[in-house]
């Protein structure tokens, strides 16, 4: 990435520039693929752009940065996100 | 336009100091999406400034400079005038401001910039509070609403700020609401095919602010438009159209929502409901929202 060589104070674009936020989580979105329409809304919703879409429009969710805050879950019109406690005992 | 034809483009980085469920992050993403990266961006003192993260580092993968509280529409005409002079007159210049920031702190510097014809997006997302400080009262805070300093419920009214930016008489103003991505990417487009100054503001319910929990911001968006609290609207060249369902309240095509719909999740107005129904205020909020669509109606319709 390019450096400017200026006398300022310059911060340059990092994913996870306040750390792996996926610490922050309480309930962890669980995706079912089987159910999932690919409407993209939580997608499109997700405030921390870590509903990843894929090529084919199927999604992810990037568990590394997800804050758990339910968005994507709440959203989905054929409940295919469900939240579940962290660590939780299956 | 659907959801799926909306830009992959990510220019908002995962990892942020947002609280979970931001409204701001939300509309920053689709922002980006629809202006692209050949923008900049000129961020004053508001939950966006600690969004952006911490030096060395930054989550915005777009140039943003950050500015006093009260000097976004400033900052962005100097960017916008140096851009000028070196020719590079493609890049959309963006202020980004809070509704403190705006309505406010920021309403001087605004309106020298719009006035002065300054070719720019001023963008207010509006959770109706100053949200970073602490939740404190602003002329966008609606009435009835707790505040840290309006602790009984707010006593006035908030401002008509709609009404004051076409007071100016701007090629383009909009209203948008995070809840409404498609709406929000398409007026966003708009403003950035226009030359001067566009200003769209985007209601952005917050959760810690407004006090629900975070799972529910898109929801509280949606309530907003549909209890008539909020309008969705465009301003071409004093040419007001309505938009969604904002445009079927306005013809009364469908009947606005009762305001309780909304207000009832929010733990700010929770001592309307708490120990015994606030019957009175919540008429009054419900009356003075009447009040405004039918000043739409007689202007607009
Ligand atoms: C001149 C000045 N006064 C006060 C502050 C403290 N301050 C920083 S951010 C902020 C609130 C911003 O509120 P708003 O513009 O609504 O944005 P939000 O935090 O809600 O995103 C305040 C009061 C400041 N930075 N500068
Ligand atoms: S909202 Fe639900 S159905 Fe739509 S893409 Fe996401 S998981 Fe699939
Ligand atoms: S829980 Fe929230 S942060 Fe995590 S993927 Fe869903 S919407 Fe995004
Ligand atoms: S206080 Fe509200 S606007 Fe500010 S970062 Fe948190 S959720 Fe976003």
Redesign the interface.
């Known amino acids: 990435m390019k450096k400017y060589d200026v006398v300022t ?13 996926g610490t ?1 989580r309480v309930f962890r979105p669980i995706l079912d693929k089987v159910k999932c329409v690919k ?3 939580c ?8 509903v990843i ?1 894929n090529k084919d ?1 199927t999604v992810d969710i ?1 568990y ?8 994507c ?3 989905c019109k054929v409940k295919a996100i469900t ?1 579940e406690r962290e660590g939780k005992k299956k | 336009m659907a ?2 034809n ?1 830009p ?1 483009e ?1 220019c ?7 609280c ?4 701001a ?2 509309a920053l ?2 922002t980006f999406k629809a202006l692209g990266k050949n923008t900049m961006m000129i961020v004053p003192a508001c939950c966006t400034a600690v969004i ?10 777009i140039p943003t400079m950050n500015i006093a509280f009260e000097a976004a529409a400033a900052g962005a005409s100097g960017v916008e005038a140096g851009l000028r002079m070196q020719g590079k007159t493609d890049t959309t210049v963006v202020a980004w401001a809070g509704d403190g920031g705006t309505y406010d702190i920021g309403i001087q510097a605004l309106s020298g910039a719009l006035e002065r014809g300054t070719n720019f997006i001023y963008i207010c997302y509006n959770n109706e509070i100053y949200s970073n400080t602490g939740i404190q009262r602003s002329g966008a805070t609606p009435y009835g609403a707790w505040t840290t300093t309006t602790v009984g419920g707010k006593t006035e009214f908030r401002k008509e700020m709609g009404e004051i930016i076409q007071a100016h008489h701007i090629p383009y103003a909009a209203q948008t609401c995070i809840a409404y ?1 498609e709406d929000m990417y398409k007026k966003l487009v708009k403003a950035k095919g226009i030359k001067g100054p566009k200003y769209i503001e985007i209601m952005a319910p917050c959760p810690p602010g407004w006090r629900f929990s ?6 509280m968006g949606t309530m907003a438009v549909e209890t008539g609290a909020w309008a969705l609207y465009e301003v071409e060249n004093d040419k007001v159209t309505f938009n969604g369902k904002s445009k079927l309240i306005l013809e009364k095509k469908i009947e606005r929502k009762p305001i309780e719909d909304w207000i009832k999740h929010q733990g700010r107005f929770r001592h309307l409901f708490k120990p015994k129904k606030d019957v009175k205020r919540i008429k009054t909020i419900e009356d003075h929202i009447d009040l405004i669509w039918e000043r739409y109606r007689k202007r607009h319709l």
């Open positions: 104070t310059i911060s340059y674009p990092k994913k996870g520039a306040m750390g792996k936020t922050w409407c993209l809304r997608w499109i919703y997700c405030p921390e752009a870590t879409r429009d990037d590394e940065y997800c804050k758990g805050c339910g968005i879950a709440n959203v939240m | 959801i799926k909306l992959r990510e908002y980085l995962p990892g942020s100091a947002a979970p469920g931001c409204p992050t939300m993403r689709i952006e993260s911490l030096h060395p580092h930054t989550s915005f993968d991505p975070m799972e529910k911001t898109v929801e």
